[in-house]
């Protein structure tokens, strides 16, 4: 951001909305054009308005009707770009921050890897050392440090595949896939887990289906990036359905849950980075990322992804795939 008239603005603007009136208006104007001239973005504008609305709030008590005073602030925005223009600038602008943040996430999580996997390495040496009785005290906590470091381990990925998606450094290498084989795999190596939280996980495929183009390590991440959210919010004692079918042309695989649900007016929203929309009292585990890498990832393979959720009922995930072509598994490939 450049600072050179910022700080002036910033007074000239909290004089306005005081009441100092036109000549302090028109300054504000003046001061706010060169700014925009010198490399002042759209968020920096937003930041002064918010700071100089502060300033009267401060200086003027609760004399003052908010409506109104943002109003004002809002005006010159309105005079200096066209509606269009502050939208498109204000989503390159976040975009930019979003990219920062998540860079600097991924050298974070880079940096925190190198003991994460010395920890997983050394666990898993104890336990073939030990063999101790899986249903014993040391057997269970060996399980519970395995368990909380791959969790950890699964969210740090998540985090540095959004940081590369954003940077476009992250690419996916398409390939025939037969995806019953594929969900069956998946599904014996989620179904430990779901049994520890007390959830059983049923694949449903009357056929197999039809060959697909996709990246399979992606597509096993996709899958159970969303068994694992089914798994924080079903039902205790309750059930998880994965169903694929072939439906005009595309494969469509579902993730059914029948926990806590989505409220309607959210549904819309989670798929943007760092949404969530349950309380953080309910202390449910996560980012908010998930979903929306799912999303990147679903696009990738030039699918789509939506949901279908009604609230204390259960959700559906459900996301498409293109087929690859006529060949069948079984059948000619
Ligand atoms: P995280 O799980 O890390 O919070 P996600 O992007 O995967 O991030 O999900 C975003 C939000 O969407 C979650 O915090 C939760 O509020 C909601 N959500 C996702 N999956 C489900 C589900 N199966 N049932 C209910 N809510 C869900």
């Not at 005006?75 to 943040?101: C, K, M, P, W």
Request: glycine share 10%.
């Amino acid at each position: 951001m450049s600072d050179a008239f910022g700080p002036e603005y910033r007074r000239a603007l909290s004089d306005y909305l005081v009441g100092a009136g036109e000549a302090a208006l028109q300054r504000a104007h003046q001061l706010g054009r060169k700014a925009m001239a010198a490399g002042l973005g759209v968020l920096d504008v937003a930041a002064i308005h918010h700071e100089s609305l502060q300033e009267v709030w401060r200086r003027m008590g609760s004399d003052r009707d908010a409506g109104g005073v943002m109003k004002q602030a809002g005006d010159f925005l309105r005079e200096s770009l066209s509606a269009f223009e502050i939208t498109h600038r204000g989503y390159q602008e976040a975009n930019v921050l979003l990219r920062h943040a998540l860079e600097f996430a991924a050298v974070v999580c880079h940096e925190l890897r190198t003991p994460l996997t010395s920890i997983q390495a050394s666990t898993g040496l104890l336990q073939e050392i030990l063999t101790p009785d899986p249903a014993g005290n040391v057997g269970r906590l060996l399980a519970n440090v395995l368990h909380g470091a791959s969790a950890l381990n699964a969210r740090m990925n998540d985090l540095v595949d959004m940081a590369g998606f954003q940077s476009g450094s992250l690419s996916i290498h398409l390939e025939r896939v037969a995806p019953g084989q594929l969900l069956r795999r998946l599904c014996e190596q989620l179904e430990p887990e779901a049994r520890r939280a007390g959830v059983e996980l049923g694949l449903n495929l009357l056929d197999d289906p039809a060959w697909i183009q996709a990246d399979p390590r992606r597509l096993e991440q996709v899958i159970s990036n969303l068994v694992h959210n089914a798994l924080k919010f079903a039902a205790d004692g309750g059930r998880i359905d994965i169903h694929a079918r072939e439906m005009e042309g595309h494969l469509v695989i579902e993730v059914q849950d029948y926990g806590k649900g989505i409220p309607a007016q959210d549904q819309g929203r989670i798929f943007q980075p760092y949404v969530r929309v349950h309380p953080q009292r309910q202390r449910v585990p996560g980012f908010g990322i998930g979903l929306a890498l799912c999303r990147q990832l679903v696009h990738a393979h030039h699918g789509r992804i939506w949901v279908v959720s009604e609230a204390g009922k259960g959700s559906a995930f459900k996301f498409t795939l293109p087929l690859d072509g006529a060949a069948r598994l079984g059948g000619t490939s």
